[in-house]
C-alpha cells in the first residue's frame, strides 16, 4: 500500500492506525447532527512527523456541509443550560488571564450550533455574530437567545472595522475536511494580533492513552485527532502563535451522558434518556480529553 500524505504537514511518513470493519461514515438519522457521531465508520491514519491521526479517504467540506445542513436536534439542545454555563466559565478565565477588555472585542463564533456561546457573549456585553451550518440550529437560536446567527462557515467570516477579532471554534476544527486551508483562508483576512480559540479531543490526554480507539472521542463525525504537537505545526503554518492551553472540563446532564454512552456503546437501540426530566436537572462535571488552545495571528 502507498503511504498516505498527511493532510496537515503533507510528510509521507503514516501508517494505518485503526481499520474500520465496517464502513459508516454517518448516522441512520438523516445527516450530521451536534450532538451525534458513532464509533469507527473511518480509517484512521497517523503522521509520525507532526504526530496527527487523521481520517482517510477525507470527505469535501461541500459534502460536510451538505450533511450539517438541515437534521433536527433536539437531544443537543437539552443541554445549553448546562452549555451556557461551561462557556461562561471557560471564556471569562480566558478573558481574566489574558488580560483581554471586552469593550474591545469582536466574537464571530463558527460552528456556533445553537448560539449558546453567542448568549454568553452578549450576556457579557461583547458584540459579535456566529455562523452555523445546520439551518434549523440557526433558526433555534435566534428565536430562543436572540443572537446574530446565520447558516454558513468559515468562508463568511469578515473582520471587525475598529475591534480586535476573536474567532471561536468550539469543537469544529476536528469536523473540517481541510483544517490548514481553512485556517489560511481566516489568517488571510485577520490582523495581527486578532485570536482563535479552539476546543477539542487531545491524543496528549491520559484518555486516549489508556483507551485508544475505545476512547469516546473516537467518531466518525471527527474527521482528526490533534495533539499539541501537530495543532502548534497547523497554526505557525499559517501565521498563528500559541498563547493559551488549558484542560476543557464540561458539564452535562446524568440523562444526557447516558444517551451518549449508550449511542457509543449500542448505536442501533433507540433511548431518550435526555428528555427525563429529572435526569436532565442532575449536573455532572465530567473530562475526556478536550482542552481550549488560543492562538495569537503573528
Not at 471557560?90 to 469593550?103: A, M, P, Q, T, Y
Not at 466518525?220 to 485527532?225: A, F, G, P, S
Not at 452535562?252 to 433511548?271: Q, T, W
Request: glycine letters at 6%; proline letters at 3%; one cysteine or more.
Amino acid at each position: 500500500m502507498d503511504p498516505v500524505s498527511c493532510p496537515v504537514c503533507h510528510s509521507q511518513v503514516t501508517n494505518l492506525s485503526y481499520s474500520a470493519k465496517i464502513k459508516k461514515i454517518v448516522n441512520a438519522n438523516n445527516g450530521m447532527k451536534a450532538s451525534g457521531g458513532e464509533r469507527g465508520g473511518r480509517d484512521i491514519h497517523k503522521c509520525f512527523e507532526c504526530e496527527v491521526y487523521f481520517c482517510h479517504p477525507l470527505p469535501t467540506q461541500y459534502k460536510l456541509l451538505l450533511e450539517y445542513d438541515s437534521s433536527d436536534d433536539q437531544a443537543f439542545i437539552s443541554q445549553n443550560e448546562f452549555r451556557y454555563n461551561t462557556f461562561k466559565f471557560h471564556f471569562r478565565r480566558i478573558l481574566s488571564e489574558l488580560g483581554l477588555n471586552i469593550k474591545d472585542l469582536y466574537i464571530t463564533d463558527i460552528g456556533a450550533a445553537s448560539g449558546i456561546f453567542l448568549k454568553v457573549v452578549n450576556d457579557l456585553g461583547i458584540e459579535g455574530c456566529g455562523y452555523e451550518a445546520n439551518k434549523w440550529l440557526v433558526q433555534y437560536g435566534r428565536t430562543e437567545y436572540n443572537v446574530n446567527i446565520n447558516q454558513g462557515s468559515i468562508e463568511n467570516f469578515t473582520p471587525s472595522v475598529d475591534k480586535l477579532d476573536v474567532v471561536s471554534l468550539w469543537d469544529v476544527l476536528e469536523h473540517l475536511s481541510d483544517p490548514y486551508a481553512e485556517l489560511k483562508s481566516l489568517s488571510s483576512r485577520l490582523k495581527s494580533k486578532s485570536l482563535i480559540i479552539i476546543s477539542l479531543p487531545s491524543t496528549d490526554s491520559k484518555n486516549f492513552k489508556l483507551l485508544k480507539w475505545q476512547w469516546p472521542m473516537h467518531l466518525n463525525v471527527h474527521l482528526y485527532y490533534f495533539n499539541k504537537k501537530s495543532l502548534d505545526r497547523l497554526f505557525s503554518s499559517c501565521g498563528f502563535r500559541m498563547i493559551y492551553n488549558a484542560k476543557y472540563g464540561q458539564r452535562l446532564s446524568l440523562g444526557y451522558l447516558i444517551y451518549r454512552a449508550i449511542m457509543l456503546l449500542f448505536p442501533n437501540v433507540s433511548v431518550n434518556f435526555y428528555k427525563s426530566s429529572i435526569l436532565n436537572r442532575i449536573p455532572i462535571a465530567y473530562s475526556v480529553g478536550q482542552r481550549i488552545y488560543l492562538f495569537e495571528k503573528l
